[in-house]
């Protein structure tokens, strides 16, 4: 019986380590191979204060975890500005470093490690020896850390982590500081770490450097990689098999103890391989919450059709590993017909606009002046000048190497101006940082689309909304109404914006298996979600067919009209010319030329620009 | 006295620097030949290396091959091996995990590794026995310079692995298939345009890079000794050597900065007790890469591409 | 497969043209799930010189790419003299006699000026024939004889794309697929660089199939064109039609 016991704890030990690293790796798409050593820190600063300060278990273990949390909240300050190759980098010396400083310094024991670590007991109470006792402590931190892991992760905290693992920029650039994300997710799963380091070292009753090594730690990503990234149930599942795998060999196969740990060794190397080969998302895939289960569950038992589980898009759309872009689409066409509008208030002819030689009258809300970049000898944007009005559409036209890209680039905090102002309702917003200008008012799209694949359309949507209590940390963890009231206004209002693009029937979709007009309506919905006064439309009609192209003119005159201030980046001259206001003509930087798309054209010098001269 | 026994201490200490640090700088070359060109990270090198070095002690020592022909079949497994998980594992592995390619094949190369470690002590001993394998070829006769002494293996392996920096270096410059893994590595896209076929460049770079760490693999043998997991530690300096050098740098450039890494730490002998040696090396791996994180702290770059651009890959 | 016989050409091509040399059926592609190229019918007979014009994001770079490989069509057929290329690799259609010049980083920009001249010709085994058509680039650019040894990274836009050109040569071509060559050039350059290409496409018995935006400029040099807007061929017609027009902005 006190195999079992022995067993489970070690399971919920590890299931521990699983589901915290699912947080950082399979949410956050942050790689650590430290993630044992931050184990290590924990467990041997308990260690350290029970056996050579006599603290006991309680405070021993609130102290690890803060050490632990800690370090990791540090480690995720350079893990900022690295490529994520020097990422992998700095965590596999982080490992390396820790284990070699945890050899070296004499107090802790060196390579023998610190024994015994005297038994956990709980405020005063029985210590506990045997596995049976211990299992009930186990399972209960286990739970605990379940319950943390599975608030942030479904809390709109998690989504934003998603965001960041699907793409970072986009996820910028509807206003999230992921400054913050990152130094959480990683405080928090080196803190869970550290719990798991701290029972790790009461259970043993010995805390050793061989415990938290970089092979335990690939262990751990094993159990990820085999149950499921970005999924908690199968982390759980995977921490028990790769146990059960050992207690397998061992006893079932009556094997010499170090010979079963080789092939368990051998066993979980070739499983990771594996997996990664042939099912790179895991056993559970991202969606395959238990809600989900249980609900596609009652479908099939009640006889209903429909998206199950068995779904293609719902099982394919995997996480971790997975290739975000290959989607796979059930049966339909890469690019469908465009569906009707609603015909909830139709969006109709845009008015006339009466032609004048001058650009229409309207508020000043964006203004960039003299405007410079270069990159290395290459002049990006020269002295720069340009407005853009309230309730106008501005064009931006221009050859190939204009510097087209670079304006959007420089206006919204991509890229810092070597000289020149930017102001954006009477503030310098030149040095502000993406995310910091987005939430200000102005936001944009990307030629390159950047929704979020893996998340359906309505999350997509529903994370630009701003403001959202759900996504602030503590709130996440601690005030879980406060939360899902701010999440139920989000995603009304990420109806309405779905709504007026016409996809509100798409709402549950999984936005990468769209079809690509529909995935630009999409970005569009987003970004009006976050309610930016000044929209930059980076190339709206490229890559799409004619019908997709009215939808999309016809949300941007309504955008218009309703007062919005829109500039947009198009090679399409006819979409120009339909939707223009007011026209700038770049060329290599610079604005040579301004005013209707009409008067343009009829610039003998422009066509020659454009076209090329004889 | 005491001065001039310091200063005899200092000298060995650093010779015996430089013919570790040769060794890593070579270490160095091979690892990041991979990486620079291929963009794998190849943490299974670890295996590359112990098969070269303990596959062929223990043929050696278990059957009658001479020593020769053992090394020949060391190196030929060494290079299979890595060959084989280009074209088996990280390849299609690659195609299937798109833009989380990077990390999926580090994983999995860190899932080889594992699994290959065990299985290779499996295999050989069955499991029991400490398995360490040693390799007597070149004579390991002291040499005297001055007060100073390194044995004539020493020697020779600082030697050899030099000249086989060097001849790595000018087979780049000088010859075709140098100048198509160095078209590879500049420029992908370009690569392709010219006929390059890029899947048959990145194995062959693979097996390349296997055979210089063989070259490290059996002087480490030769020196110490040899057993299933004696590529863990050297995987991490060439993983140090190399990004600590820069991506894509001559060899010779490589070979320096190992060989300045070799002195750092065996000088630090002087001043630290050995524990505290590979601590060293790690901080300062760890305090290259803070400055890094550093240089890239700009609101406007978020994600300086702290490598070399690769470019055109379509 | 219709384009090369059927007339749909307006008015006689410039010169007479020879047998078909690469013919496009049905031709979508696209990045991805993203399809970016639908239905394009086009060819290329030999000794002809062929452009494609369109705006940016028309999808002429990718037809250009699914062309000779380096993107996996999506549908429809390519032939090139006769035999089916679709999908296949593009280091077998190097060695069938097609080679391209693709719009942005094309030398080798960190290797000297030579190395990238000679990886033109990496499928050359011949010594004799690399240095036959190393003499003969030099004489078309000898700027590139006497920078040998710079880095090709190092050079002006101008030079870069003249290196470009005079690797492709090196590969000795039939059919060189251009796309947009005049990026980034001053208008003095290009109107070099388009005489360049028109006399090696007299000379040369090479066929040019370019893919451009600058069209005043292209057309002295080429005997028929096509256009396309979103994706899709939207006319298709000879030089000689296309210089009576007066304006191309709503072919744009």
Redesign the interface.
Known sequence: MEHFYDDATIIAIYAIYAMSLNLLLGYAGQ?S?AHAAFGGVGGYTAAYLATLQGWTFVPSLLVGVAAAAVIGALIA??????????L???T???S??IT??I??IPELG?RVGLSPVPSAELFGGEPLLRPSQFFPLALGCGLVVLAICARLAHSPFGRVLRGIRDDE?AT?GIGKNIVLYKVAVFGVASGLAGLGGVLFVYYTAVAQVAAFDL?ES?LI??MI?IGGTANLLGSILGAGLVVMLERTLQNMLDL?P??SA????????????LF??VR?QGILPERWTPLAVVRALRRRLRGEPGAGLASPALATAGA????????A?DGAA??GEPRPLARSGGLGAPPARARSNGRPDGEVVLEAVGLSKRFGGIRAAEDLTLQLRRGQVTGLIG???AGKTTVFNLLT????PDAGTVTLEGRDIG????DRIARAGMARTYQDVRIFPRMTVLENVAMAVPDQPGENFTTALARPIASHRGERDARARAIERLEFVGLAERADAIAGALP?GEQKLLALARLLATEADVLLLD?PA?????DW?ERMLEAIARLRDEGKCICIVE????VVERSADWVYFLEEGQVTAEGSMREL?GQERL??V????? | MTTLASITTFIDFAIDGVVNGSAYGLMGVSFGLIVAVTTRFHFAWAIGYAICGFFTAYVVNHSGIPVLPAIVIGMAAAALFSAACEALVYRPIAARTGSNALLAVFVASFGITIAGQALIRLLVFGGTGAGNESLTWIAESPIRIGDVGLTSLDLISVVVVWACAAALWGSLRYTGMGRRIRAVEVNTGMAKAVGIRTERAYVLVFVIASLLAGVVALFDTMRSAANPEMGLTPVFYAFVVAFAAGLGRSPLWIMAVGTALGVVEGVSAEFVSVKWQQVVVFGLLLLLLVVRAGQAWRPDIFRRPALRARVGES | MAAAEEVRTKGAPARSAGRPLLEVASLSAGHGRRQVVHDVDLGVAEGEVVAVFGHNGAGKTTTLSSIFGMVKPMGGAVRFDGADIAGAPCADNVRRGMTLIPAEHFVFGDLDVLDNLRLGAQLERSTEEVERRLAQVYEIFPILEQRGSQLAGTMSGGQQRMLSIGIALMSGPRLLLLDEPSLGLSPSLVQQMMEVIGRLAREGSLSVLLVEQNVIQTLPVVDRAYFMRSGRIILEESSAELRKRDSFWDLF
């Open positions: 790689l191979v300050l350079p893990a900022l500005y690295l490529d994520v190759r020097y992998i980098l700095l596999l010396a982080f390396t470093a070699a400083v050899a070296a060196g920029l910028r092979s690939m990503i094993a990689v010499d170090s010979v080789l092939w368990r060794l051998a066993i979980y190397g070739g499983l990771i391989v990664l080969m790179p971790g590993f997975a290739d975000p872009g290959a989607i689409v890469a690019d050859p190939n190497g905090g991509v890229v810092t040095t502000w940082t993406i690509f190339e490229s890559g799409i067919d004619i192209i090679h399409n001259l006819h054209m066509a020659e454009y076209f090329g001269s004889g």
